[in-house]
């Protein structure tokens, strides 16, 4: 099981007219793998992620995700798909600043279902995991900027989703903070039943892909293949 689109296009209406954003992407992420989507800003990365992820409708073209043919879902379908099935993480965090390191975890169980205690200790178990533990009952304004994303990857994957969806996950940190979060990715979000998307536009943690999908002017234009153990992806590469 895995993400396949294909043949989505996504247009836009300005008040110059309509602008047409993707034009006819074909995008797989098999489960198991980290696919790393890159290419300049404006080329469609972000558009993409958030039509898979049902943030945004108006595409035309086949987006399955695990099964679930994401462009056909309704309104009210797309809010428990989203629950269940999507992890997201984000360049900024945007962890809830009145909430400490493990309630903040605990967000996504809660909106599951599980009853506050529980969600709170299951909680402070993956950050224990992830060597917050000391840090649990901290607010993210008492955090620095690497322990703030390895908050944001603990919510993110708290409730065992299918499909993990990174926008940018080190633009905010330095090199070392960086490699950091990409080594738990790799180690943490990848799994046999699981694809892991990360959008970037840092070079330096390529080597951590899977898989390296080019995207550029609305459309694929290279997928490369990545040993992410041993070498890292040249982006100026022409294999495929």
């Known amino acids: 099981m895995s993400v396949i689109c294909k043949d989505v296009k996504m247009a836009f209406k300005t008040a110059a007219g309509s602008v047409s954003v993707l034009k006819g992407v074909d995008f797989v992420a098999p489960a198991g793998m980290l696919t790393m989507l890159v290419g300049p800003s404006g080329c469609g990365k972000t558009t993409l992620i958030s039509l898979i992820a049902g943030l945004l409708r108006g595409a035309s073209g086949s987006m399955q995700v695990f ?4 462009s056909s879902m309704s309104a009210s379908m797309l809010v428990p798909y989203r629950l269940k099935n999507i992890g997201f993480i984000f360049q900024q965090y945007n962890l809830l600043a009145g909430l400490t390191a493990s309630e903040n975890v605990a967000v996504p169980l809660v909106a599951s279902g599980f009853d506050w205690p529980s969600a709170l200790a299951k909680g402070k178990a993956l950050l224990d995991t992830l060597g917050l533990g000391a840090h649990a009952n901290k607010l993210p304004s008492q955090l620095s ?3 703030q994303q390895r908050v944001a990857i603990a919510r993110a994957l708290v409730h065992s989703p299918k499909l993990l969806l990174c926008d940018e996950p080190t633009a905010a940190l330095d090199g070392q903070a960086g490699q ?3 080594t738990l990715l790799r180690d943490l979000a990848v799994a046999e039943d699981r694809a892991a998307i990360v ?5 330096r943690v390529y080597s951590f ?3 390296v999908v080019h995207m550029e002017d609305g459309l694929i234009s290279k997928v490369e293949s990545v040993s992410s ?7 100026h ?3 495929h």
Do not use: L, N
């Not at 959008?199 to 070079?203: E, I, Q």
């Open 67 to 70: 099964g679930h043919e994401v």
């Open 145 to 147: 900027g690497g322990q």
């Open 180 to 182: 950091a979060v990409m």
């Open 199 to 203: 959008v970037t536009h840092d070079p």
């Open 209 to 211: 892909a899977d898989r």
């Open 229 to 235: 153990q041993k070498h890292p992806v040249d982006p």
């Open 237 to 239: 590469s022409t294999s």
